[in-house]
Nanobody
Framework: QVQLVESGGGLVQAGGSLRLSCVAS????????MGWFRQAPGKEREFVAA????????DHADAVKGRFSISRDSTKNTIYLQMNSLKPEDTAVYFC??????????????????WGQGTQVTVSS
């Protein structure tokens, strides 16, 4: 079973950048597709980005396209979310998730099997 631990959240001013990391434990990490989701207070969890097991196929939500980028380093059992040009509306708890199916990429939270505990991202105006 894969276990996930996120890090890298924090407080940043609008226009700034952060890089989130998610370290996975478990020998089957390389076969999982991975995703990032976020949840703001009073809102439902929403899809941010996903990457397949190879690291080549990716998908990003329209709200973050051109600003955020997902990547994975299988040698480190880690995925990343590089977040640039941050906006106050990006403020949320960000969750890393793992999905046993490599492809197609999942954009719904219900299609993921394992979740991390989340890391808070706060963007001030």
């Amino acid at each position: 079973q894969v276990q996930l631990v996120e890090s890298g959240g924090g407080l940043v001013q609008a226009g700034g950048s952060l890089r989130l990391s998610c370290v996975a434990s478990g020998r089957t990490f390389s076969t999982y597709s991975m995703g990032w989701f976020r949840q703001a207070p009073g809102k439902e969890r929403e899809f941010v980005a996903a990457v397949d097991s190879t690291g080549y196929r990716k998908d990003h939500a329209d709200a973050v396209k051109g600003r955020f980028s997902i990547s994975r380093d299988s040698t480190k059992n880690t995925i990343y979310l590089q977040m640039n040009s941050l906006k106050p509306e990006d403020t949320a708890v960000y969750f890393c998730a793992a999905r046993r199916r490599s492809y197609p990429l999942g954009t719904m939270s219900t299609s993921y099997d394992v979740w991390g505990q989340g890391t808070q991202v706060t963007v001030s105006s």
